[in-house]
C-alpha cells in the first residue's frame, strides 16, 4: 500500500487487454451530457478512513464546481467503485471504462493496484515525507541521538522509507547505530512482540512510517511499555491517522508528518477553511491528506479540460489535448498550490511538526510548523534516488 493518490487519469491504453474498446479521456458525442469520473478508491478494510476522505473530497468539489457550471460548461457525475486487490481493482477498472463509459478514473492507494493499472499521472515521490522528516530530525536534534531503531510497515513503502532515512543520516554524516528494524506485516494489531524488540533495543529514536490503523494500536502499546517515554520519535505519515492519535497516549515532542495538508493550517487558504469547516460540520471528524490529493485530483482535471477546450476554440478536448494541458499545469488544491511536472509526477506542499497538547482537540496537533516543497525533497526527472540523496542540495 502507498500513503496516498498515487494515481490520476488513467487510460484503458494502460491496462492491456481493455485497451481494445475504450479510451478513459474519450471525447463526448454530446456536449450536454455529464462529464463522468470514475473513482476507485477503497471504502473498507485497513485503508478505508483515507478512502472515504478522498471519496468526501471530491464530492465536495464536485458540488461546487457543478455549481459554478461543471467543467467547460458539463455538469460533472462521479461513478465510485471499490479499490481492493489489484485483481479486483483492474476489473471494477474495466467496468468504469467499458460499461460506465467514464470520461477519466481517479483514485488508487495501494501500490500494488497502480503499478497493475498502470497511471499517466501519479502523485509525488513516496519518499518525499522520509525526506522531509530526515532533515528536521538533524534540525532539531543533531547531536541527540546515537542509536536508531525502526518499525516499519512490511511492503516497499515502508522499507523505502527507513532506508531513506538512515541514507539521509549518513548524507549529513550524523554517526548512528542502527539497532533494530522491525517489519509487521500491514494490518498487524497486535504489536506486542515489536515494541518488545524496541523496548531491549534502547533506541535514543524510532523511526516509523506506520500509517494504517496499525499506527494508533502501536502508540497505546508503545505508551504501555513506556517505549515513548526515553525515545525521540519519528513519524513521517501519522497525519493519516491525526484524530485517533489521542493526548492520553501520544506524547508531546513527536515529529509528525501530515504529507500535503493539515487542517489546523494557520496559514491555510479560504478554500482550505471551507473545506474544513464543511467536513467538520457535516462528518464531526477533521479530515487528512487523502482529501487534499483527491481534491487536487479532480481540480487539475477540471483546469486541464477547461485549458484544452479554450485552445480548441470550445472543442471538447481529446484524450492527448487534456494529458497535454495536465503536463506543467498548477492548481489551488486544499493544501496551496500543487502543480505537475512534464513527466507527469504532482509537486504539493509537505507539511511536518513537532507535536503538542495545547489545543481545543482530544488528540495531538502540531505545536511547530514546517513546510517545504516537492521540489526540493524528490529526485529530478530520470534520476535514480538513492545516488541523487549523495549529492542533492539540501536544506536545513
Known sequence: MTLSR????????????????????????????????????????IAAAPGENGIRATQWAVER??????????????????????KDTIERFGKLVQQEKVDCVQG?????????????????????????????AIKYWKGKFATVAGINPDYSYGRNNMAAFVAMLKRFNIEHKVVTEQWPKVGTMDLTSHVAALKAAKPDLI???LLFADLPVFMKQAHAAELTKDSKLVFPAAGWQHTLMKKEFTPEG????????????PN??????????????????????????AYFAIASYKAAVENAAKAKNGSWPSQDDVIDALAGLSVE????????????????????????????????????????????????????????????????
Open 6 to 45: 498515487r494515481s490520476l487519469l488513467k487510460s484503458a491504453a494502460a491496462v492491456g487487454a481493455l485497451a481494445t474498446s475504450a479510451e478513459v479521456f474519450a471525447p463526448a458525442i454530446a456536449q450536454n451530457k455529464p462529464v463522468r469520473i470514475g473513482i476507485l478508491a477503497p471504502r473498507s478494510g
Open 65 to 86: 464546481f457543478n455549481a459554478g457550471g461543471g467543467i467547460a460548461g458539463r455538469k460533472i457525475e462521479l461513478v465510485i467503485e471499490e479499490e481492493s486487490s489489484p
Open 207 to 209: 523511526f516509523s512510517s
Open 108 to 136: 488508487i492507494i495501494s501500490t500494488g493496484a497502480g503499478l497493475a493499472l498502470g497511471p499517466v499521472f501519479r502523485s509525488t515521490d513516496n519518499e518525499c515525507e522520509a525526506i522531509m522528516s530526515s532533515l528536521l
Open 268 to 293: 491555510g487558504s479560504p478554500l482550505a477553511k471551507e473545506f474544513v469547516a464543511w467536513y467538520e460540520r457535516t462528518y464531526k471528524d477533521y479530515p487528512e491528506w487523502e482529501a487534499d490529493r
Open 254 to 265: 513527536i515529529l509528525f508528518g501530515h504529507n500535503t495538508f493539515y487542517f489546523d493550517n
Open 333 to 396: 488544491s486544499l493544501g496551496g498550490k500543487g502543480s505537475w511536472r512534464k513527466d507527469h509526477i504532482a509537486e504539493q506542499t509537505f507539511v511536518q511538526g513537532l507535536t503538542t497538547h495545547n489545543n481545543k482537540y482530544d488528540f495531538v496537533t502540531l505545536g511547530s510548523f514546517e513546510t517545504m516543497y516537492a521540489s526540493d525533497l524528490q529526485k529530478p526527472p530520470g534520476a535514480n534516488f538513492w545516488e541523487w540523496i549523495k549529492t542533492a542540495k539540501f536544506n536545513i
